[in-house]
């Protein structure tokens, strides 16, 4: 047993305060596709009860293992996942345990369950009937495909979710100069279409809460995983839908409309592999001096990124990184720096120093290389975990973001098998009681469904920009906030990807082939998908007068929320100790690629660089030594953003009893580096650094588990045997009965022994089939089984994501009416609606500023002209 870890410094695993959802009881039972909503929940505060079944929940049996010892009490996999939380068996086949299920009901707040109706068939009751019984309870459920539609009862898998999803075909290796793709799409492992899905049911459960202390009422919030991942992709959902353009996968970079010639990771002479990204069009001078300090002179200047056009339009907007035009300038650059990283070791790459010049450069780190960052042990990211019954501690991944108010738990290591039985069931039930908002109540804001928001009268003076900070308050503009969102002509927002087709929606709908996109920065589909619902105003607060209305909106606000690097608002007159003076029970939500406290605070990060710093990148791929291929898109912006609007809602909720807020410093890097837990407990526990595996199953083993070449131009089908039954309905449907007779194949440790020649076997029968007819052979016979779909095949042949109504139309007033994500939860009582209060698009540029400056703050039209001319707004 490696003990190393656990000995260097580090956080202790006491709590410091008080979480979040204090109070919060949570029943859980679930499986892998939801223990990690339990985890975030218990991070939270919450107290989480697990329900297992006699000799324990099938996640117990998921390696990795302590010594790779399997047993129920040495999962590394159900310790990561469950840590904070209690066990209790009960036996829910006999009518005693039901009764006492029933018992822990009378004082429960959230019932987690991922059972797909078995909750209904054990109890005996609906779930009408369970939420009439039980009218406080927030009945929470993971579902794989959903309640309703042709795909319900498919089987899934998180490699099924992540083809049907269309995450792998965003992620994976360069094609061939022919176009032609050698190799199988990626599905980028540890598990993360669960951790999709359960940030976002997570998302809606605290709303049902915050909603709960409205009203007093539970209600019914489900999340379908398919529906969930399916809009966790970045840019080929908006380049479908404006364009009709498709986008194709490459190695370490962003799926793009055309391959990019040029790679964004590059490999130091010892084989360790760099994000050496430069986007940077200032600072050239000093860019030139960095190269030259280490020896290369030639050919730099030249090759640099032109600095802006003095042409440009004053009101404008960016291009979102990764998505710029490539020419020969960048060509020769990337010449120089392959030949500039092959000249140091990883230990000697000088990359701290790109980075105080401008340039976007870091380690693909291994997950393990995080364990022992003072950084991120400073900002309690990770912590040492006592394991009395060892007698030892271990190193676990602990917090998403610091706060001022509250933390997160980091709480005991996880339950042994029913350790908490006695004390739990022996314990007197309080029913629950509901204690109302300490707000103020006003009548509820209704969607245009008829349902009321399940935010009310929230305000949120909303900073955020890119995608993941504005991701996260467009979840609580769906959830019924209203945000104003401040931009500034001098450093806009990305506007530019995915634009409205010329000719607009009339030529969309006749096309054949892909539309040539406008250059009108209010045009740009992807800014409406990640800003829909929002209200703009241009506010310029370097300006006095321009300060003194940011001033004046915060003492009105709930919540403050940017994005910005750390200190930028501070330095800008607007602070938290100034927010706080102003309105002292405001909640600030800052997120910013590495934290604002800590020595990597004012490092330079967008999602690739902040994916690359945490080990996310890096364990995507195929087994060394080929290369890592990373994410296809910005992964880290979306998880941040889904933490951006957890932090913010969970800070609602504890403001709602306590009347407090607080200040959030949250960062992208440490959403990435929550994602990596087994792995680094792995090497905490056992000493083993993490391999990339491909489309492979590490620890729930399955075989065979990946992506097989199906009829058709670049036609992929996921499937994944966890059983023998499964793997005997496999040989069936295909017809090769001789399969089951060899002995490679005879049991599961033999199939994975041969991996290689059982691969090659199911592709030499898959190759000749059509993908989603195979597909839906496969599932009907119990195999779980997904295409690898892309974009086109979501919004064109997919009916199960037609029948969850994933797509939303809003109306923006320039680029007109448009289909957009909308938010994946259900709730049956309150609504989410990604059109929000506004029931609109996305904002143009300073849309709203009449609305703000006259309705909300009291100016009169000749104080707005004036604003204007003074360059305020």
């Not at 005996?124 to 309870?137: C, E, I, K, Q």
């Not at 491909?694 to 588990?705: I, Q, T």
Request: one cysteine or more; proline letters at 6%.
């Amino acid at each position: 047993m490696n003990k190393a870890a656990a000995e260097t410094t580090g956080a202790k695993s006491a709590a410091v305060s008080k979480g979040m959802l204090d109070g919060v009881r949570v029943i859980e039972i679930a499986d892998e596709s939801a223990e990690y909503c339990g985890l975030l929940l218990a991070g939270l505060g919450a107290d989480v009860i697990k329900i297992e079944p006699p000799g324990g929940g099938a996640t117990r049996r998921i390696g990795p293992f302590l010594d790779d010892e399997p047993h129920p009490d040495r999962s590394l996999h159900f310790w990561t996942y469950n840590r904070g939380k209690k066990s209790v068996i009960l036996d829910l086949t006999a009518g005693a345990d039901r009764n006492r299920l029933l018992l822990l009901l009378e004082g429960a707040d959230v019932l987690l369950d991922s059972t797909r109706g078995g909750m209904a068939g054990v109890l005996g009751m609906t779930r009408d009937a369970l939420l009439a019984r039980f009218p406080g309870l927030v009945l929470s459920r993971m579902t794989p495909f959903g309640d309703t539609g042709p795909w319900k009862d498919y089987a899934g898998s998180d490699l099924v979710h992540l083809a049907l999803g269309g995450v792998m075909m965003n992620c994976g290796y360069d094609p061939e100069p022919d176009g032609h793709y050698a190799l199988a799409p990626i599905a980028p492992q540890a598990w993360q279409a669960y951790h999709i899905a359960g940030e976002q049911l997570a998302i809606a459960i605290v709303a049902a809460l915050l909603a709960r202390q409205r009203d007093g009422k539970g209600q019914d919030v489900s999340c379908a995983i398919h529906d969930a991942v399916s809009k966790n992709t970045e840019l080929d959902l908006m380049y479908w839908v404006m364009r009709r353009v498709p986008l194709y996968r490459q190695t370490g970079r962003h799926a793009r409309e055309k391959i990019d010639p040029v790679p964004t990771i590059s490999q130091t002479r010892d084989g360790r592999w760099f994000l050496t990204w430069i986007a940077a069009r200032q600072n050239q001078d000093e860019i030139v001096d960095f190269f030259a300090r280490h020896g290369f002179t030639e050919g730099v200047r030249e090759a640099l990124p032109r600095p802006p056009s003095n042409a440009r339009p004053v009101v404008g907007g960016r291009d979102i990184p990764g998505t710029g035009e490539t020419d020969e300038r960048a060509v020769a650059l990337d010449a120089i720096i392959r030949d500039f990283t092959r000249a140091f070791t990883a230990e000697d790459m000088p990359w701290r120093e790109a980075q105080d010049v401008g340039l976007l450069w870091s380690p693909l780190r291994k997950p393990h290389e995080a364990a022992d960052d003072p950084h991120w042990l400073e900002r309690q990211t990770l912590a040492d975990v006592d394991h009395p019954e060892l007698g030892c501690s271990f190193r676990y991944v602990t917090s998403k973001w610091l706060s001022n108010a509250t933390a997160w738990q980091i709480g005991r290591r996880a339950p042994l098998l029913g350790e908490d039985t006695s004390a739990v069931l022996g314990a007197p039930i309080a029913p629950v009681r509901v204690e109302p908002s300490l707000r103020k109540a006003e009548p509820p804001r209704l969607a245009a469904n008829g349902k009321p928001f399940a935010l009310q009268n929230i305000r949120i003076l909303d900073f955020s920009w890119f995608l993941a900070s504005a991701g996260g308050t467009r979840f609580m503009a769906g959830l019924g906030a209203e945000c104003l969102k401040v931009e500034w002509k001098g450093n806009p927002d990305t506007r530019f990807a995915a634009m409205a087709p010329v000719g607009g929606r009339a030529a969309r709908a006749v096309a054949t082939g892909p539309v040539p996109g406008e250059t009108d920065p209010s045009m740009g589909g992807q800014f409406n998908n990640k800003n829909s619902g929002k209200r703009g105003f241009s506010l310029n607060i370097k300006h006095p007068r321009g300060l003194d209305i940011a001033k004046r909106l915060v003492a009105m606000s709930d919540v403050v929320a940017e994005g910005f690097s750390p200190g930028v608002l501070e330095r800008l007159g607007l602070g938290y100790d100034v927010m706080r003076q102003i309105k002292p029970d405001i909640i600030y939500v800052q997120q910013s690629g590495m934290g604002t406290r800590g020595t990597y605070g004012r490092m330079r990060t967008v999602g690739p660089v902040a994916a690359a710093f945490a080990g996310v990148s890096e364990m995507s791929g195929m087994p060394e030594p080929a290369m890592p291929t990373g994410w296809g898109y910005s992964f880290l912006d979306w998880m941040g953003a889904y933490g951006f609007a957890l932090a913010t809602l969970g800070a609602l909720y504890h403001r709602g009893r306590t009347g407090e807020g607080q200040w959030i410093d949250s960062s992208q890097c440490e959403s990435g580096i929550f994602l990596n837990g087994t792995a680094i407990l792995d090497w905490s526990v056992n000493g083993r650094i993490a391999p990339r595996t491909g489309n492979r199953s590490p620890h729930k083993l399955a075989a065979p588990h990946g992506a097989f070449r199906c009829a058709g131009t670049d036609r992929w089908l996921a499937i994944a045997c966890f059983t023998e039954a499964e793997w005997i309905s496999l040989a069936k449907v295909a017809g090769r009965q001789h399969w089951l007779a060899d002995p490679r194949f005879a049991t599961l440790d033999a199939r994975l022994a041969n991996q290689d020649a059982l691969e090659a076997e199911v592709t030499a029968w898959t190759r000749g089939e059509d993908a989603f007819a195979l597909m839906h052979r496969l599932q009907a016979a119990g195999i779980p089984a997904g295409v690898c779909q892309t974009a086109q095949d979501k919004i064109e042949r997919d009916p199960q994501l037609a029948a969850l109504e994933w797509l939303t139309e809003v109306t923006g007033t320039r680029i007109g009416r448009w289909p957009v994500a909308e938010l994946p939860m259900k709730f049956s009582r309150s609504t989410a609606h990604i059109g929000g209060i506004t029931e609109r698009g996305a904002p143009m540029y300073g849309e709203d500023n009449v609305y703000v400056l006259r309705d909300l703050l009291g100016f009169d039209e000749a104080d707005i002209r004036k604003l204007a001319e003074d360059d305020v707004i």
